[in-house]
């Protein structure tokens, strides 16, 4: 069985492949037929099964004899400490967790929020709603009072599940005050909120609407798992919108653990009896598939880290997380390498100890530019594979599954199309590009299982903004191409594609050769108006730590690289070396706010940036008024 031969397969008749691989899945009721399709394109999958997620996840590893098997490793770097919870734990935790959600009237199909740090009880809680059929929509913890306002009036969630605090290096964020500001913003009343008391920091209560997490868990009823039909949600994950209304990204029951129990092994190519580590957070769509959903379904260990990749306590911390716990499979954002990278150029606290039993690194959040990827590989000694995919797709869409034995990767590409996709390169008229050149990244609908089928209360939204602007394919909002060898390049958002004077270019491809620049840990490639050309390139680069040539001779150096690269068309004239750039939280750097700011108009903060005064670096940077110029 190759990639090429089960890739063809999924594609020449997907009801068959995917009804194959629902076989992985215990079902209460085993579907009879793969999907059906609806008017818009989008399939129903799996449309006459009913299953438990849950039970897919914890209970029957347990029924199956391999409840000593640990499933989850909970490692914070905050506190020091290492819980591990075999799978029979898992199950009476989430049992209990279970029966403490649905004591306060929680019932199949109404909405729970959860909005905590990264602690086991966390885990716990996606579980337990999947348990009792409850759809979870997980607020990343720390979020701010407003934006959480307006995911609570649009899920409308019946109870929240949160924690007195999140503690981040030198700081603790108390989340209570942030949660009850929230619910006085928000129409929606909350009735009942949850509080798991964390040792760091205690949390007042509201007498009558809140009750303390270890009193309600302790007087709690275990419950057991509730079948629901496969196209019933499990969860609701917002994402920012381009009208300042968050998303609501819905992903079902069914459609979603078949495509969880076949990535596993197939693209990651992690055994029942190894471990699988993704360094992201629950409250990112990496978190909800590959710290949860994903390794539990399958079988395997999970990893949970409460910590940062730098400054818990060192750039080590992923090393040594590896280690310890034996991490077979690790994945992470190329930002996180990125920040290793910047602190230790030289890889000393990776060589000094090793990395275990390691055998691959697998990338993804923003593009992983190809001087990240040779550093990690040379440092590792193991494949470092870039992959592609976005939270409406839920699992990965472009990679290398080495699962299938496929080994081929290319500095800047994510890879080939993962079973199941179909991928083509659009132009504005829906015309198939040529290789090599630069057009939309389109999906062929229909979508294989797992993907999202609709937004929350917004299908026709949905509709509109992902496919309306090419009838047949759900619009990424990416731009890229296709090479002479089939590697699919993603480069850029759309709207990050500049032209100048005439000619289009994309800014991935000119930040591939500036961050190549042996003293640039990271960087930004923005297009700014310009009265002549219309749209010029502009450079934000952060240097490694230790770097001592002058600001101004490295700006001259990578303009002059793009120059020889790109040509005098480029255009490439101005870089500004900055403190930090501004990234979310889960590590994307804020592209689009930097080109607002270059181009001088009104920002707001952002409301899922992980530190504001980075806004500061680049406003300061575009303020002086002499350009670092080449």
């Known amino acids: 069985m190759t990639y090429a031969s089960v890739y063809a397969a999924s594609i020449g008749d997907p009801a068959a492949f995917w009804m194959e691989a629902a076989k992985a899945i215990d079902w209460e009721q085993a579907p009879t037929r793969a999907a059906d399709a609806q008017d818009d394109g989008i399939w129903t999958w799996f449309p006459d099964g009913r299953l438990n997620t849950c039970h897919n996840a914890v209970d029957r590893h347990v029924a199956a004899g391999r409840g000593d098997r640990i499933a989850l490793i909970h490692d914070s770097a905050m506190t020091g400490k290492v819980t591990r919870y075999s799978y029979a734990d898992l199950q009476r935790e989430v049992a209990r967790v279970a029966g403490m959600i649905a004591a306060e009237g929680v019932a199949p199909g109404d909405r729970v929020i959860i909005y905590m740090p990264m602690v086991p009880e966390a885990v716990f809680a996606m579980l337990a709603c999947a348990r009792i059929g409850a759809v979870h929509s997980v607020v990343f913890g720390g979020f701010a009072s407003n934006e959480l306002a307006k995911r609570i009036d649009d899920a409308q969630p019946r109870l929240v599940l949160t924690a007195s605090c999140g503690l981040e290096p030198g700081r603790i964020v108390a989340y209570k005050p942030l949660l009850d500001a929230a619910i006085d913003l928000a129409a929606h009343k909350v009735p009942r909120t949850i509080v798991l008391q964390r040792p760091e920091l205690a949390a007042s209560l509201v007498a009558g609407r809140d009750l303390d997490w270890a009193d309600a868990v302790a007087g709690a009823e275990p419950a057991g798992c509730v079948a629901v039909p496969s196209d019933h949600p499990l969860y609701i994950l917002y994402t920012s919108g381009t009208t300042g209304i968050a998303k609501g990204v819905v992903h079902d029951n069914g459609g979603h653990a078949v495509a969880m129990a076949w990535s596993v092994p197939?693209?990651?190519?992690?055994?029942?009896?190894?471990?699988?580590?993704?360094?992201?957070?629950?409250?990112?769509?990496?978190?909800?598939?590959?710290?949860?959903?994903?390794p539990l379904i399958h079988g395997c260990t999970s990893v949970m880290y409460e910590g940062k990749p730098v400054?818990?306590?060192?750039?080590?911390?992923?090393?040594?997380?590896?280690?310890?716990h034996d991490v077979d499979v690790f994945f992470t954002a190329p930002t996180a390498i990125r920040a290793v990278k910047r602190d230790d150029p030289e890889g000393r606290l990776l060589t000094e100890k090793g990395t275990g039993r390691l055998r691959a690194l697998f990338l993804a959040g923003e593009r992983a530019d190809p001087d990240t990827l040779g550093w990690a590989e040379a440092m590792l000694g193991v494949p470092v594979i870039d992959h592609w995919w976005q939270t409406e797709l839920g699992w990965p869409a472009l990679g290398t599954c080495i699962g299938l034995g496929d080994t081929r990767t290319r500095h800047g590409s994510a890879g080939h199309p993962i079973p199941g996709y179909g991928f083509e390169i659009l132009d504005a008229e829906d015309n198939c590009l040529p290789t090599g050149e630069v057009g939309d990244i389109v999906l062929r609908l229909p979508l294989p299982p797992g993907c999202f089928p609709t937004l929350w209360q917004r299908h026709a939204h949905f509709q509109d903004a992902y496919l309306s602007q090419h009838r047949g394919y759900y619009t990424t909002g990416d731009a890229g191409l296709v090479d002479e060898d089939g590697f699919v390049h993603v480069m850029s958002r759309i709207d990050d594609i500049i032209n100048v004077?005439?000619?289009?270019?994309?800014?991935?491809?000119?930040?591939?050769?500036?961050?190549?620049?042996?003293?640039?840990?990271?960087?930004?490639?923005?297009?700014?108006?310009?009265?002549?050309?219309?749209?010029?390139?502009?450079?934000?680069?952060?240097?490694?730590?230790?770097?001592?040539?002058?600001?101004?001779?490295?700006?001259?150096?990578?303009?002059?690289?793009?120059?020889?690269?790109?040509?005098?068309?480029?255009?490439?004239?101005?870089?500004?070396?900055?403190?930090?750039?501004?990234?979310?939280?889960?590590?994307?750097?804020?592209?689009?706010?930097?080109?607002?700011?270059?181009?001088?108009?009104?920002?707001?903060?952002?409301?899922?940036?992980?530190?504001?005064?980075?806004?500061?670096?680049?406003?300061?940077?575009?303020?002086?008024?002499?350009?670092?110029?080449?």
């Open 266 to 294: 197939n693209i990651y190519g992690v055994g029942r009896d190894e471990t699988f580590w993704a360094g992201s957070d629950i409250g990112w769509a990496v978190g909800h598939s590959y710290i949860v959903y994903g």
């Open 311 to 324: 400054g818990t306590p060192d750039a080590g911390a992923f090393w040594r997380v590896i280690r310890d």
């Open 501 to 630: 004077a005439g000619h289009r270019l994309s800014t991935g491809s000119i930040e591939q050769i500036v961050a190549a620049h042996p003293a640039v840990a990271e960087c930004a490639v923005i297009g700014a108006n310009d009265a002549i050309k219309g749209m010029v390139p502009l450079g934000f680069v952060v240097l490694k730590a230790g770097v001592k040539a002058a600001d101004a001779l490295v700006a001259r150096e990578v303009v002059a690289r793009v120059r020889d690269e790109l040509g005098p068309v480029a255009a490439f004239k101005s870089v500004h070396v900055v403190k930090a750039l501004p990234k979310t939280r889960s590590g994307k750097t804020l592209r689009a706010t930097i080109r607002a700011i270059a181009n001088g108009e009104t920002v707001a903060v952002p409301a899922t940036i992980e530190d504001p005064a980075a806004l500061d670096h680049i406003y300061q940077s575009v303020a002086k008024t002499s350009m670092l110029e080449g």
